[in-house]
């Protein structure tokens, strides 16, 4: 007998993100829930507002027009929407016992508020520490001397910035001369500091800071995304693929997320990467869960999450 749940769900955040200057005061998403027998699988679906490529109502839309045909026998293809896509693929490889229980749970935290109580709980973490730093939100000047501050305090810290394409070149080249050349190597990557992604190439060349690909992954004509349906994302067999050939040409792929709650983001990049690629998540506690629940890695007795239909649940 086969069962299936979706739910909806809405998270208030603490503080306010900004995505492609949009203010994000609440995160939403689904949760699919598939149950054969006594195995059962959970997914995520949660499309980010101004990079998804379908909204939330579509990826509703086509999660229950699958959920009902899986729960009525068939095998239906996965969606084309990629949030949704993946989502569904999760469900299915933890349905089927294909996810690995071990895997790397950390998180690597959103460096943000008061400076004193920020450098205290660095120092205090475990192990490697690892941060991330959003910048191209103010001055550039500022952002460097902030990030060289970070790293001269903390000399075992490794640091991720995303710039999200603000910067010009000159401007990209105002933060490097703020940053000690002999601190560099300790930023793990800087995702997308210009506007291009020649002029990133370029300030990554002249500078030696790493540099990572962003929303470039989502660009049609990206070398991994050269394939039937445009832009990188979708099922576990995509993203399996484009970890293979970023690994072919040397580079090291990332998984990244700010607000997941069931830790399947954390699984599937360890049967990804077993080898270790480091893809530690944002830290949730920035955050407000809003009486969000979390029991065994998946959502319980939440205020917040509802199912979606009644024809979704049988």
């Known amino acids: 007998m086969r069962v299936s749940?979706?739910?909806?769900?809405?998270?208030?955040?603490?503080?306010?993100?900004?995505?492609?200057?949009?203010?994000?005061?609440?995160?939403?998403?689904?949760?699919?829930?598939?149950?054969?027998?006594?195995?059962?699988?959970w997914g995520e679906i949660s499309p980010l507002p101004g990079f998804s490529v379908e909204t939330l109502e579509e990826a509703q839309m086509a999660l229950l027009a699958w959920a009902q045909a899986w729960r009525d026998g068939a095998e239906p293809p996965l969606p084309t929407q990629p949030s949704v896509a993946f989502g569904i693929s999760c469900a299915q490889a933890e349905l089927g016992g294909e996810l690995p229980q071990a895997a790397d749970y950390?998180?690597?935290p959103l460096?943000?508020?008061?400076?004193?109580?920020?450098?205290?709980r660095l120092a205090a973490m475990p192990g490697e520490k690892v941060a991330k730093v959003k910048v191209g939100l103010w001055e550039a000047v500022r952002d460097g001397m902030v990030v060289n501050l970070l790293l001269e305090a903390i000399p075992d810290?490794?640091?991720?910035?995303?710039?999200?394409?603000?910067?010009?070149?000159l401007k990209a080249q105002q933060f490097a001369k703020y940053v000690n050349p002999a601190y560099r190597q300790r930023?793990?990557?800087?995702?997308?500091?210009?506007?291009?992604?020649?002029?990133?190439?370029?300030?990554?060349?002249?500078?030696?800071?790493?540099?990572?690909?962003?929303?470039s992954l989502r660009e049609a004509e990206f070398p991994l995304c050269r394939r039937a349906g445009g832009a990188c994302g979708g099922d576990q067999t995509d993203a399996n693929r484009q970890f293979a050939e970023g690994a072919a040409t040397g580079r090291r792929?990332?998984?990244?997320?700010?607000?997941?709650?069931?830790?399947?983001?954390d699984r599937v990049q360890s049967r990804l990467n077993p080898a270790g690629a480091d893809c530690r998540l944002a830290d949730a506690a920035d955050y407000s869960w809003a009486g969000y629940a979390v029991a065994d890695g998946r959502p319980a007795g939440t205020a917040v999450a509802r199912k979606c239909a009644a024809g979704a649940q049988h």
């Open 253 to 265: 792929g990332a998984c990244a997320g700010v607000e997941r709650s069931d830790q399947l983001v």
């Open 111 to 120: 460096c943000s508020g008061d400076p004193d109580e920020l450098f205290a």
């Open 187 to 215: 930023i793990a990557f800087l995702e997308e500091p210009c506007k291009t992604r020649e002029d990133s190439r370029a300030f990554s060349r002249e500078t030696g800071i790493a540099i990572a690909w962003d929303e």
């Open 5 to 41: 749940q979706v739910y909806r769900w809405q998270i208030p955040m603490d503080a306010g993100v900004v995505l492609r200057e949009r203010r994000l005061k609440t995160r939403d998403g689904l949760f699919i829930r598939l149950q054969e027998g006594e195995r059962e699988g």
């Open 106 to 108: 950390r998180a690597a």
């Open 157 to 169: 810290l490794q640091l991720r910035l995303d710039a999200n394409r603000a910067w010009t070149p």
